[in-house]
């Protein structure tokens, strides 16, 4: 039986998250040795990880499989802890990060959220207007999606 309603999006910190769209088994996989690698991290330092070194520390978990890929595509979205200014990035199959000041997508209509989102998307949103924004890119690109089955949520 295939289904896709299990979980995706896991809490990294306080204000961090990391949803992986791919491949169930790799989701849960990658999912929980992020979770160890991060509980052991900030047992042994004291303190929580910092962002860039939750970033390091996926790059690095999808790098040392890179011949035989976890296939999952991580985003990475959440406020930095001293600025509080959001913050969102995506790697690739093999741990390559992509930094970015506006949006990043993954999951199976990558390439009809761009479009939607290019088009959507404006600089300094408040909050309820980026929501609104987010949910009409995700129907509208969702509707010419037949791989995902309409399982898509703006996470708020």
């Known amino acids: 039986m295939v289904t896709t309603d299990f979980p995706n999006i896991f809490p990294m910190g306080d204000r961090l998250y990391i949803g992986l769209a791919g491949l169930t088994t790799n989701v849960q996989t990658v999912a929980q040795r992020l979770k160890f690698q991060l509980n052991l991290c900030e047992l042994k330092e004291g303190r929580q990880i910092k962002l860039y070194t939750i970033i390091s520390m996926v790059a690095n ?57 290019e088009s959507l998307w404006e600089p300094n949103m408040d909050p309820q207007h980026l929501f609104e924004t987010i949910s009409q890119a995700m129907l509208n690109a969702v509707d010419r999606d037949h791989v995902g089955h309409g399982n898509h949520c703006p996470y708020h």
Do not use: N
């Open 61 to 117: 978990l999808l790098y040392e499989k890179r011949f035989r890929p976890y296939y999952t595509e991580p985003v990475i979205a959440g406020l930095d802890p001293k600025t509080f200014k959001p913050f969102s990035c995506s790697l690739d199959l093999i741990g390559c990060p992509m930094v970015t000041d506006d949006f990043v997508v993954s999951g199976t209509c990558t390439e009809l959220m761009y479009g939607m989102c």
